[in-house]
């Protein structure tokens, strides 16, 4: 929750920057950790009907929309950090006293390690037709 208060925090900082009011400022992060617009309305102490009319506006709804891609890449960027526990506890159960465990720990960790390779091949194979595509139709 700490972590959540913070990105929401880090998001209100940065909106300052921008053409918005005041009431619209600080409304963006309320909106982004809100259930509902009714209770974001209600913690914002404005109408709900106000929080629509500033969605039909494109540069509060083009912030709103930065802002949650703030919030998620900021949420993205703990689950990266967090892949080398679940690493860890993934190789530990290699060794745990239940065989469906061990095999069921042992497919996980090839399947990850399968799609991973996959999707590098993936991207190679794109970065080489984008290349292609480029030396044919832009030049």
């Known amino acids: 929750m700490t972590q959540n208060k913070t990105d929401v925090q880090n998001v209100e900082k940065s909106l300052r920057k921008d053409n918005l009011t005041a009431k619209q400022i600080k409304a963006i992060p309320i909106i982004l950790k809100a259930d509902s617009m009714e209770s974001a309305a209600k913690e914002a102490s404005i109408e709900r009907g106000t929080i629509y009319r500033w969605l039909k506006d494109s540069d509060f709804k083009q912030r709103l929309e930065e802002a949650r891609n703030e919030v998620f890449e900021d949420g993205l960027n703990r689950l990266k950090t967090a892949t080398d526990t679940a690493a860890k506890k993934m190789i530990e159960l290699l060794d745990h006293k239940d065989p469906t465990t061990r095999r069921l720990a042992a497919k996980d960790i ?30």
């Open 110 to 139: 090839l399947t990850f390690a399968f799609r991973s390779f996959e999707t590098r091949e993936l991207e190679a194979r794109i970065e080489r037709i984008e290349e292609i595509i480029e030396k044919r139709f832009v030049s």
